[in-house]
């Protein structure tokens, strides 16, 4: 079964509050099950926040066992930081589209690994791989306006958000996989 995640909309400075949750959860021992969006790339609407909030805020994707905890410390700091928690919304999926093309056999069998090997939970959709090998393409392979081989594709990976921001970790680290924003389904 997929892990629950929640995503907290908390109005405060965007230094000292992240700050706060860091040093939060490292006193607390907590290393992973949570997700600050400043420091992995998750769509947020920044400007319509800022309007809607009346200022900054700071979005905190967490697991379901942490929630009362973070309510608890938000709460507790507020007096002294002026934090507010504005929402928290149940996190149904996240997805990301991605893309790729290369000539070179070897980045098509490390890609090929990559996309076979996802997390738990994770699945590809509309994934459409082309690979075509045209024996009669000549000169230099760098250079030739024609490539031999060439692999190459697109599609979306969705699942729940945790392993989908791992799954796009690991995907965007190669260099010939473009992955866009990982994008919240409430």
């Known amino acids: 079964m997929a892990a629950v995640y929640f995503e907290f909309i908390i109005k405060g400075r965007d230094e000292k509050l992240c700050a706060y949750l ?7 021992g907590v290393r992973e099950g949570y997700f600050l969006t400043k420091d992995h790339p998750v769509h ?10 009346r200022g900054e805020v700071v979005h905190l994707i967490c697991a379901s066992k942490l929630r009362t905890m973070v309510k ?9 930081y002026d934090f507010e928690i504005m929402r928290i919304d149940k996190i149904r999926k996240a997805s990301f589209h991605f893309k790729f093309e290369t000539a070179s ?3 098509a069998g490390k890609i090929k690994r990559l996309l076979s090997g996802r997390p738990a939970g ?3 959709v509309d994934y ?3 690979e075509i090998t045209i024996p009669e393409a000549e000169g230099p392979e760098a250079y030739a306006p024609l490539h031999r081989y060439t692999f190459g594709g697109q599609g979306l990976v969705e699942g729940d958000v945790g392993n989908v921001i791992r799954a796009r970790r690991r995907l965007s680290a190669n260099d010939f996989i473009r992955c866009e924003d990982v994008q919240i389904h409430y």
């Open 22 to 28: 860091d040093g939060f959860f490292c006193g607390r």
């Open 128 to 130: 459409e791989p082309s």
């Open 72 to 80: 608890a410390a938000v709460r507790a700091a507020s007096p002294k």
């Open 105 to 107: 056999r070897a980045e």
């Open 122 to 124: 994770v699945k590809l």
């Open 44 to 53: 947020v609407h920044v400007l319509k926040e800022f309007l809607e909030f």
